[in-house]
């Protein structure tokens, strides 16, 4: 059997040996070769979504059958990629880590807003390939995508993410499980550095150099220069991320209240209420607010519904109606006048229902 060896080792970036562009041309190389199988090793901490999903396609268009084999760690969109392949394999000493999509966004709140929509729609399309490798329900792997979530081999194996167990690639490189919780996808990545490309991967004959300049403008960081170290770089790019994770997570905040208040001044919610449609907001979304309170009716004040009057001119006076009075002419305003969180037509609602129910 005719085998071609392909790596990805590194992170996925729009530049460097693993941009889509580089990594699809040694691909389509090998593809072009008449071999049997490409076996893919993967050794990644994840990296540009967008990047990952055309690595992803060319993958899945790939005519020469593709296995993936984790050699070390494959996280974050890394397990996006491995999805491709026909076939996953994975070291008994690696691990997988599995999150949600993240991003950043800068200007105003709809910019926000679309960036929370575009890794929304990224997460349903991740959520996707998680079904259909593991035959889960949408709801299991969704699990998964809330924080970050690590596996072993045989805790992949179990979740029926990989097909197989193989040996381990470097008995001196692996990790205790419960070292992961205190580690990084970085000091993770680190622990496996032995593990060496091929020529395949072409590293050891063109090295990949971060383009510091490009990343710094790209991500707009002002507490690094070309100077500074990449680790320096990669932490100056999550302080970054958080820093615009908070700003969404405030301007999501700003929005929920407005749409809650709002809700509340228009009587189709009541005080008591208020905490609980604000709390659907933060773990529903914003969209899913907004459908449960569009398809709530507003419960009038019985001083509007005094003045309604739906036979004369709109001037009913109904200080003398009696219980029966409501039940017979408006029932609705009997309901609102015993919901409503108004003390004055409360006591309006009791003093009917005295005046029916409990007469000697």
């Known amino acids: 059997m005719q085998k071609g060896t392909l790596k990805l080792y590194g992170e996925i970036w729009s530049w460097g040996d693993n941009s889509a562009q580089s990594f699809i041309a040694r691909l389509n190389d090998l593809d072009n070769q008449g071999l049997d199988v490409i ?94 490798k593991t035959g889960k329900t949408d709801a299991e792997v969704s699990v998964w995508l809330d924080g970050d979530n690590w596996f072993s081999a045989k805790e992949a194996l179990n979740e029926k993410l990989i097909d197989g167990i193989v040996g381990a690639v470097d008995a001196q490189a692996s990790v205790k499980k419960e070292e992961i919780k205190n580690s990084t996808t970085t000091m993770l990545y680190q622990r496996y550095a032995a593990l060496s490309t091929t ?107 005094i003045k309604d009057n739906d036979n004369n001119d709109g001037k009913t006076d109904r200080s003398n109606w009696t219980w029966d009075d409501y039940q017979s002419k408006d029932p609705h305003a009997l309901e609102a006048l015993e919901k409503s969180d108004n003390a004055e037509e409360k006591k309006v609602f009791q003093a009917l229902y005295d005046a029916k129910y409990k007469k000697k």
């Open 199 to 305: 020529k395949n991967n072409k590293s050891q004959n063109s090295k990949s150099i971060m383009d510091k300049e490009k990343i710094i403008k790209q991500f707009g960081l002002t507490s690094v220069t070309v100077e500074s170290s990449e680790e320096a770089i990669y932490a100056a790019i999550e302080v970054k991320m958080k820093e615009k994770d908070n700003a969404l997570n405030a301007e999501k905040t700003k929005q929920i209240t407005a749409l809650v208040d709002s809700a509340l001044a228009a009587h189709k919610i009541t005080t008591a209420q208020k905490d609980d449609f604000v709390t659907i907001g933060q773990t529903a979304g914003i969209e899913a607010l907004q459908t449960a309170l569009d398809a709530i009716k507003p419960v009038l004040k019985i001083t509007d519904l």
């Open 39 to 132: 076996n893919l090793h993967i050794h990644c901490l994840g990296g540009e979504v967008l990047e990952g999903i055309a690595i992803y396609n060319a993958i899945k268009a790939c005519k020469t059958p593709v296995d993936a084999y984790i050699d070390g760690v494959a996280a974050s969109m890394a397990t996006i990629v491995m999805l491709a392949c026909r076939k996953i394999y994975m070291a008994d000493n690696a691990f997988l880590m599995i999150h949600a999509p993240s991003g950043y966004a800068f200007g105003t709140s709809k910019d926000l807003i679309k960036t929370a929509k575009v890794l929304k729609a990224m997460e349903v399309n991740f959520r996707a390939a998680y079904v259909a």
